[in-house]
């Protein structure tokens, strides 16, 4: 009897070494996979701070308004001559072309529907 227990025993130590090699190699491989993740990381984070930078540098107003200026053609319009309803003429008023500040201001409407379908929806409608 005792070397049934005695051949139990050992069997139950050997497979505890077993399970604690495994859980230890499980942990080793984790440990190489965290280190790999951590790099990507702080790598990621080297890019964010370029890409960051370069946005602030994009995104400045003046470097705006220089490539709206001579990509675009726009000039830099006073923001009184944008803002101000009074400098626009009222309606059936004549303007002489030099004494006010807003030269040409013209809206163009459509009364076309954008799509085909809703006008006749419209017209059937009664509208």
């Known amino acids: ?17 077993l399970g604690l090699y495994h859980v230890s ?7 190489v996979q965290l280190g790999v993740v ?5 790598d990621d ?4 701070k370029v890409l960051q930078a370069d946005w602030e540098r994009e ?4 470097h705006i308004q ?21 400098s626009l003429p009222h309606r059936g008023e004549a303007v ?7 030269v040409a201001a013209s809206v163009v409407a459509s009364n076309q529907a954008v799509d085909p379908h809703l006008h006749l ?6 509208n």
């Open 45 to 48: 984070d080297a890019a964010m």
């Open 59 to 62: 995104t400045e107003p003046g």
């Open 121 to 126: 929806v419209a017209a059937h409608a009664g």
């Open 1 to 17: 009897m005792v070397r049934i227990l005695n051949f139990a025993c050992f069997v139950v130590a050997a497979l505890c070494c």
């Open 66 to 86: 220089a490539l709206a200026q001579t990509r675009l053609g726009l000039s830099d319009t006073p923001t009184v001559a944008l803002a101000s309803f009074d």
């Open 96 to 102: 002489a072309a030099g004494s006010a500040p807003v």
């Open 38 to 42: 951590e790099k990507r990381i702080v």
């Open 25 to 31: 190699e499980e942990t080793r491989v984790a440990r």
